[in-house]
């Protein structure tokens, strides 16, 4: 089956700057990829999503890359605020199934 | 829409005890998914459910766990007996049919804290 990885587990940027979350992905025939915002006490939100026939999308300040060749896709916040800080999760789906990351605890510092 | 809806959004019970949890998925979905989220292990699928119908249960840990949908508005998930390593976070999901712009998208419900003691 398919397994994603995600890094880093943990991520602390000063508000203003740059966050940048990485995962990988082994099954050549996962074709969607949904990044979710989980805050404490809440469900994961989907926040960004790309399918596997496009290279970049951007919402604002996020965007998400996706390398099919390498197998790798990563979630780009821009500009980051306090409220921004929540634990980050990548998937993948293959077939009707979503694989989840370990997930990123990102805390942008005020 | 109100969004996927999932009671009790608490749970406390005592070993042995059996416990249903509920969720309504969004109106329209066709594809609904029940997952498990732990500390240690993450997030885990433990099963679900097309039109109403299970397609893979092969998360499910033991049979002590077990899932229905009746109709296309409600599913339950049930744990009897219940046991201590069963505390986890509950949440159900609930994604859009392949249409249009609504492709493939997955929404969660606020989830259900279940605790047995």
């Known amino acids: 089956g398919e397994n994603v990885e995600q890094h880093p587990s943990t991520l602390s940027v000063q508000e203003g700057d740059s966050a940048v979350i990485k995962c990988t992905y082994s099954?050549?025939?996962?074709?969607?990829f949904p990044w979710y915002k989980q805050e404490l006490g809440k469900g994961p939100q989907l926040i960004i999503d790309?399918?596997?026939?496009?290279g970049e999308k951007k919402d604002q300040r996020i965007a998400v890359t996706l390398n099919k060749t390498a197998k790798h896709f990563s979630l780009h916040i821009t500009e980051t605020q306090p409220e921004d800080s929540a634990v980050y999760f990548c998937a993948a789906k293959t077939g009707n199934q979503f694989y989840f990351g370990t997930g990123t605890s990102l805390t942008v510092i005020p | 829409d109100a969004g996927v809806i999932q009671s009790p959004r608490h749970e406390v019970t005592e070993m042995g005890q059996e416990v249903t949890l509920r969720c309504k998925p969004i109106?329209?979905?066709?594809?609904l998914f029940w997952y498990r989220q732990t500390m240690m292990r993450g997030l885990e699928l433990l099963i679900y459910?097309?039109?109403?119908?299970?397609?893979?249960d092969s998360g499910m840990p033991e049979d002590r766990f077990s899932a229905k949908m009746p109709n296309a508005s409600f599913s339950t998930l049930k744990i009897q007996p219940s046991e201590p390593r069963d505390s986890a976070v509950y949440f159900c999901a609930s994604r859009s049919p392949t249409s249009g712009s609504s492709y493939n998208e997955q929404f969660f419900g606020p989830g259900t804290r279940l605790t047995v003691l």
């Open positions: 099954d050549s025939a996962s074709n969607y």
């Open positions: 459910f097309n039109n109403n119908v299970p397609i893979d």
């Open positions: 790309i399918r596997s026939n496009v």
């Open positions: 109106s329209g979905h066709d594809y």
